[in-house]
């Protein structure tokens, strides 16, 4: 069973930075690729970014790339997201996803993931 904890998440002003973190456990982490995903009020869940098991392929939505990145470290088990100009539009919880894959491409489907954390907020005011 693989254990996703999100952290780092918090309030900041539009045009800031915050990073989030995700520890995993209970995997042999370098076979997994990584997600983000983020879910406002009243949305659906959607795709941020994605890095597989390697570190060598990464992917980003549209609508985040150039100001997010994504990064894993497998000897600490962890995945980053680093987030800079961040707008209002950006408020969601943020949630690590796993899929045990050894693919070039990760998962950028929701579905296509096995595992999730619970989740961390982050607001962005304007």
């Known amino acids: 069973q693989v254990q996703l904890v999100e952290s780092g998440g918090g309030l900041v002003q539009a045009g800031g930075s915050l990073r989030v973190s995700c520890a995993a456990s209970g995997c042999t982490f370098r076979r997994c690729a990584m997600g983000w995903f983020r879910q406002a009020p009243g949305k659906e869940r959607e795709f941020v970014a994605a890095?597989?098991?390697?570190?060598?392929?990464?992917y980003y939505a549209d609508s985040v790339k150039g100001r997010f990145s994504i990064s894993r470290d497998n000897a600490k088990t962890t995945v980053l997201l680093q987030m800079n100009s961040l707008k209002p539009e950006d408020t969601a919880v943020y949630y690590c996803?796993?899929?045990?894959?050894?693919?070039?491409?990760?998962?950028?489907?929701?579905?296509?993931?096995?595992?999730w954390g619970q989740g961390t907020q982050v607001t962005v005011s304007s």
């Open positions: 996803a796993a899929k045990l894959s050894t693919e070039l491409d990760p998962p950028r489907e929701r579905d296509e993931y096995d595992y």
């Open positions: 890095i597989n098991w390697s570190g060598g392929r990464r």
